[in-house]
């Protein structure tokens, strides 16, 4: 992945490019200075999926937005809508980028310190026309794909601006106060109570709205560099991104202790798109940070402020001073006795038990840093324990190089004056970058650590490829070696070589050209560079004697005669069988994605080591050219996924389909460095079935222990196949968009079946008793049964056939034997058939009549 890297101190340039460089009144400076980036794994959450309600409640009641006016719709004062531009279509990104589909409407962040101060940075605020911007609650989501509702009384105007700093040496910061105290719903953020200087690797956690997005919380983060000579600024790993300028950093205990301001550049070039800037957590001129105390001390110095927020952020340990009252109670200033020049603030003693543990108690009865050897500023100090040089010990010349608090000759090729001669042909190069070479280029596609510069000259014209490998590294090409605009080419990661190698090619003219290797982060190592000239363009790359896989058997990289370097065939795997790194034998149980193990979603440790049985078969966009191990798990619901592995040099990625590398959903290559190598994916994923694939930086492997935990972000609220009545109407339970079980759409019951047990019941009229019969008034037999509506009504049984059959007793009847019909006395005199018997019409019936009725007469 290309990831280009802003040189030290010139974000000014790209400040002026995109049009925003510092007016000299004062006026505002465009946020898009502030160009960031992702350190490692993308940790930026919703803060409604985020785990710690304590982080939650700081996202949603102590962060505001700086949203311009004409971006919000207020037409409705309940339900204000923010306009901006989609994400991904507005910036080119490629599909797949994080909140791809998500709206841009913030233009910077902001912390609420006070119940009627926010802090953000400096170049966010017009400190004229401080009312420019409108500082925004609740632009965030409050549940997948649903924004939350921005009210009137959400919304705050800058009433004056109280502290304000953008100057050369760093300082970017603002404090404006309010229109009016905020909402009693809001809380301010408690901010650091001391001053010290942050110790590199101190956790840190970002929450802001990166490119302008609604809300998001990114932990994960720490201190690379505590800072320098007048403890201005840190450098910490952050994922950052424009829009995120001013938004409040936190240290564990969620109080403030920075406000971002700059850092590297959030999106590189891809083929047709851009794609996130992943770069390695331990780069140590990463996202700057202003110290919150330097606001602080603004704000508290004012005559007219008088705020619960200037209570303890008097200066302590490190910080310069030119009296004691500048320091905080209990502690005084202090200087070194060989540099007056050079003061801190620290407390009396008399032993070295009495002060920190990286100050040592002076002569004079007060503590001071403790000095040794260092290099600063490029040539060899005495350097305190608070990062300064306090005592000059030697100029290193243009051809040295400071070393371990020493000046010592440039190593070959560190630099264009040692450039490394070589001839126009087909070879390959060697390279030590450990061995003493230092920063000297950044090329446009990156490159941040130490490289090594080569040369050459070609008389006519020619094409020109390199591949490069071995560390993560950078490879580009310049026909001026001090001229960066003369870059020819520029290249980070490439396939083939792969495993973050590197390749260019170009068509060259006749002249000379500097050839510079670099490397990616902080981790210099031994390369291997195939330079070829002429036709042969390479297409395949392997590094000379080193033995790979084929669907055959081991495979041997070796050289052909235009310089390039391709794999032969060579031992075939007996039978039963796998070639692995090289060598045949018995593959492990999840070294493919078809033998993938199978895991419960459970938390979870599993150890394992994949020396043996496993082969590389995977990568991730973020490395892995080792062996690797496949895991697939199912999830029923959201669920926040955490997996960390720990034990050797490892990479570790997820995805929904293990085959295909663009479902890609996380990447991660080094957690804590430098102390540690392992690696981290944490992400919220909806139900569904995915991929954990344990890789190896390299060859290299060792025993590794996965440690995985399952956190469901969402409840049932319904057992599956339940019902409900509620208002009349029937709700099903049924499975949601997220995998939790929710109460489904209503089904509304009418008057005449109402809902009863969570299902609409027909009411019944009593028309007849189930099982009962009778003859129709048409001559059919029926008989009395559940009917369509599921109630019990008459229905047809038997049709009686004409002239043949009769209906008698709820039966048909052939007219002859047709039982006699039961006679019933009446009132009136008269007799008449029961109901349910009509009297038959036939002739039998008309002659029966006549006797039936002097019977009927007789009785009387």
Known sequence: MNRGRLHVGAWVLVAMAAGCVERADGGLVDEEVSQSVVYGADNRVEPWAYPDPAWRAIAERSVVALIQPSRLDRTDPEHIVVSGEVLGPSLGLCAGVPFFDQLRGARCSGTVIGDDLVLTAGHCVDRYRCDSRLYVFDWRYEAEGQLAAIAEADIYRCA???????????????IVRLDRPVNRDRTPASVRPNDDA???DTPLTLIGFPNGLPVKIADGGHVNAPGGRDHHTFQAALDAFSGNSGSGVFGADGSVVGVLVRGESDYVARADCDGLNIVSENLVDAEDVVYVGRAMEALCARADVDHPVCQGTERSWCFPCAADGECRDGFGCGHFEASPAVSFCAPACTADADCRADHRCAAAGRCEPRVSRGCFEGDAWEVDACGRGVTRVQDCAPTEVCREGACALRAPGDGCAEAIGLAPVGQLVEGDLTAGYTRDFVASCGGSGVDAVYTFEVVAPTSFTAFVRGPDTVVSLRSACDEPASEVACNDDHDPPGARGSRIQAELTPGRYWLVVDVFGEEPDLFEAVLSFGESTCEDFCVPGRLSCDAEGVIACTPDATGCFGFEAGQACAQGEVCLNG???QAGEG???DEAERLEAIDQVITGDLSTGYGDQLAGSCNGAGPDRVWTFTLDRLTLVDARVRGFDSVLYLRSACEDPDSELACHDDVDRPSDLGSRVRLPLPAGEYSLILDAFDADVAPFALTLTFDPLCDDVCELGGTLCREGAARPCKDGPDGCRVW?????????????????????????????TRCAEDGDAEHCAEGPEGCLDWVVRDRCAADTEVCAEGACFAVAEAPPPRVVRVGGG?????????TPTTTLAAALGPLLLALAVLRR
């Open 583 to 585: 060598r045949c034998g």
């Open 591 to 593: 070294d493919t994605c």
């Open 830 to 838: 008269g007799c008449q058939a029961a109901p349910g018997h009509p």
């Open 160 to 174: 004056e601006v109280l502290a304000w700093q953008l100057t050369d040496d760093d300082l970017d910061y603002a």
């Open 744 to 772: 489904g759409e209503a089904a509304t019951c009418d008057v005449a079946s109402p809902c009863t047990n969570g299902t609409c019941d027909t009411v019944c009229p009593t028309i007849c008793e189930a099982g009962a």
């Open 198 to 200: 942050l110790a590199r």
